[in-house]
């Protein structure tokens, strides 16, 4: 959500940011809105002005004895005239904020027009032989199984079975160590289910409603990231400004239609409708947003490291910032099986976006209290980390060697297809 007040004094600029990132600003229609308002916040003030007078004058002629009739129906008049203005001020003030939620955070200056490679880390391996994408390897391996998930529950679901399983369980606390031993993220466990006020708050009502997932006869959706959960912690919530920046990690799972992308990504569990992850999230110091940012993903990028995956890190162009952003960084992992770097974490600053619409402030001592800035990324998405280590560490005869740092949660050195044999 954007401050009005920061709209009326900076419609050029606003209009200018919007328009890189492919939205248009009426602002014949804002401007018209806006004076409406203001005219009839003026027609009731000075009406209000004259009831007050009235009431006066009613009270002198009382004292006095006299007649008050006349008065007391031109009051009553005026009651009426002011309770229509306050109505049509309420009724624009609701176009106001209908217009508001329906436009997207303003970037940030050095968000450009094109998105731009950042920094590059590790060299994709070099193979003796071909290499095979993880769909492949998984099935011939016995560790994931695609055809028996699509029976039970569609497409774009997946069984793990034995080591396949493992690694995912794995990973997922191997990101949940590192994050809170070394990066200093406190663990929570969310609920998976959310109401409607929570994924107002974090952008994806309304806008983007066809993407989740609702559960029939209840006001609740499945969550589509825990983005949603742990920001909503702090909702209508005032928060110590001097405790910040408050860090948190969380793993869950997470359940998307992925309304619109059909034909993407449609093999293997790149792009599923239910996936976990381990998602960061940062309420700071307007002041210090830009800094977290930067270090919230240099923590994500930190799991890749640890595991030896090649991987590069992208500023986004305005028009592929999500909606509720005002930058972000995509890493992206290198898959020898696609031959391709693919998308594993977005970590965006949503600045003061996400903390208006939620309510969600800060306070330090008697100033006044302002909104937050709610940082998020994921840190990583487990899926699609299960996919590059099984895609990068694939040997010739087949099998999989399990990075040195997830040995001691896997009790395991290698995976081969005896090991994860679903029957």
């Known amino acids: 959500m954007h401050d009005l007040n920061f709209f009326r004094n900076n419609l050029d600029t606003v209009r200018e940011r919007l328009s890189t990132r492919g939205y248009t600003l009426d602002l014949e229609a804002f401007q018209e809105l806006d004076r409406r308002r ?35 129906q031109k009051a009553r008049m005026n009651a009426d005239l002011i309770r229509d203005k306050d109505e049509q001020v309420a009724a624009v003030d609701r176009e106001f904020q209908d217009l508001l939620k329906t436009i997207p955070n303003l970037t940030q200056p ?13 060299a994709p391996p070099e193979f003796s032989f071909t290499p095979k994408a993880h769909w492949d390897l998984g099935t011939a391996l016995g560790i994931l199984d695609l055809e028996r998930a699509a029976k039970v529950s569609g497409a774009r679901f997946a ?44 952008g994806q009502m309304p806008k983007f409603a066809e993407d989740l997932f609702k559960c029939e006869g209840h006001e609740l959706w499945l969550a589509p990231t ?16 001097d405790a910040l920046p408050v860090s ?62 090649a991987y590069r890190t992208i500023r986004l162009a305005a028009d592929d910032t999500g909606f509720s952003s005002a930058k972000t960084y995509d890493i992206e992992v290198w898959l ?27 306070k330090s001592g008697k100033g006044k209290a302002e909104f937050v800035h709610t940082l998020n990324g994921s840190g990583l998405a487990v899926g699609r980390t299960w996919a590059a280590i099984v895609e990068n560490y694939q040997q010739a005869d087949g099998s999989v060697l399990i990075p040195p740092a997830l040995q001691p949660y896997l009790r395991a050195e290698r995976i081969v297809p005896e090991s994860g044999s679903l029957v």
């Open 226 to 241: 825990a983005e949603v959960q742990v920001t909503n912690l702090f909702r209508d919530e005032t928060l110590n400004a």
């Open 110 to 122: 050095d968000v450009n027009s094109h998105s731009e490679e950042i920094r590059r880390w590790g």
């Open 336 to 362: 020898p099986g696609l031959n391709a770097y693919k998308e594993i974490s977005s970590c965006s600053n949503f600045e003061a976006f996400q903390a208006r619409r939620a309510q969600i402030r800060m």
């Open 38 to 72: 203001r005219q009839w916040i003026t027609d009731s003030e000075q009406l209000k002005a004259e009831r007050n007078q009235m009431t006066a004058g009613i009270a002198k002629l009382r004292k006095e004895g006299q007649d008050t009739t006349v008065l007391q």
């Open 159 to 202: 069984f793990y079975s034995g080591l396949g399983a493992r690694l995912e369980r794995a990973l997922a606390n191997f990101m949940l160590d590192l994050h809170t031993t070394e990066h200093g993220y406190r663990e929570v466990f969310p609920p998976f289910l959310v109401n409607y006020a929570s994924l107002y708050g974090t």
């Open 248 to 309: 948190f990690c969380a793993y869950s799972s997470n359940f998307r239609s992925e309304a619109g992308s059909y034909g993407r990504d449609v093999r293997g569990i790149i792009r599923q409708h239910q996936f976990q992850k381990v998602e960061l999230v940062k309420f700071t110091h307007p002041d210090h947003s830009n800094e977290q940012h930067e270090r919230l993903t240099r923590d994500a990028e930190n799991v890749l490291q640890r595991l030896g995956l």
